[in-house]
């Protein structure tokens, strides 16, 4: 089975659409990540929820809400599309929270996302 | 401000021989390190973790030092095959429950 989950995995919309991305996690963790790859490769984190509520929230605009129904799902819902949306979006999970813990965090395989 | 860098270069490197991969930080003082691997069209993995009173870690054919001193952590790979290559991410923590990925070193191993 696998841990981390994310639909779709690939994304073709047109400018100004409102799309969703859906994750489920089956590893029991607490918190769940939202992360964007550009073109460049960097990994930046959106959005973490810890037990269905929002712990950080990284500049990312307000067309881009995330909602966790559960503490084993995070959807990542995005409004008026625009071009510089196009990136990898990855969900991603670990058992509390990352970084200071040590904790370490499972990605999904990531949602390909084309805003043309 | 913090800022995370690897090498954007590829490293190409025969099949066995050792790859050293380079993560330097600035600015902060991270009390754990973690390197993880990412296939093309994959997530990333976790590899290994390594937590700042510790200067070595090692894990089957990987080995990872943290010099806290140079702000530097070196992941090494000996005896590299081609099932080796991927792009490599380290991920300082940040405080604050915050990981930040550096943007990672494409690793090409030629058999």
């Known amino acids: 089975d696998t841990a981390v989950s994310q639909t779709p995995k690939y994304l073709v919309t047109q400018m100004g659409n409102d799309k969703s991305i859906k994750c489920e996690q089956n590893?029991?963790?607490?918190?769940m990540y939202w992360y964007k790859q550009d073109s460049k490769k960097f990994l930046k984190i959106m959005f973490s929820y810890n037990n269905k509520e929002l712990i950080i929230n990284e500049t990312v605009p307000n067309r881009f809400s995330p909602k966790s129904p559960d503490k084993a799902h995070l959807n990542l819902h995005i409004n008026s599309l625009e071009l510089g949306d196009s990136a990898v979006y990855f969900c991603?999970?670990?058992?509390?929270?990352?970084?200071?813990?040590?904790?370490?965090?499972?990605f999904g395989e990531g949602s390909w996302l084309t805003v043309v | 401000s913090q800022k995370i860098e690897q090498n954007s270069e590829a490293l190409n490197i025969q099949e066995g021989k050792t790859a050293t991969l380079t993560c330097n930080y600035t600015n902060y003082s991270p009390a754990y390190l973690q390197w993880y691997r990412q296939d093309p069209g994959r997530g990333p993995v976790f590899l290994l973790l390594i937590r700042e009173n510790e200067k070595e870690k090692r894990k089957e054919r990987l080995k990872v030092t943290f010099d806290t001193t140079l702000k530097q952590s070196l992941f090494h790979i000996t005896a590299s095959q081609p099932a080796d290559s991927a792009t490599y991410l380290c991920?300082?923590?940040?405080?604050?429950?915050?990981?930040?990925f550096g943007g990672g070193t494409r690793l090409m191993v030629k058999p």
């Open positions: 991603a999970s670990s058992q509390g929270g990352q970084g200071a813990s040590g904790n370490t965090i499972y």
């Open positions: 991920a300082p923590d940040t405080g604050g429950n915050m990981l930040t």
């Open positions: 590893l029991g963790h607490d918190t």
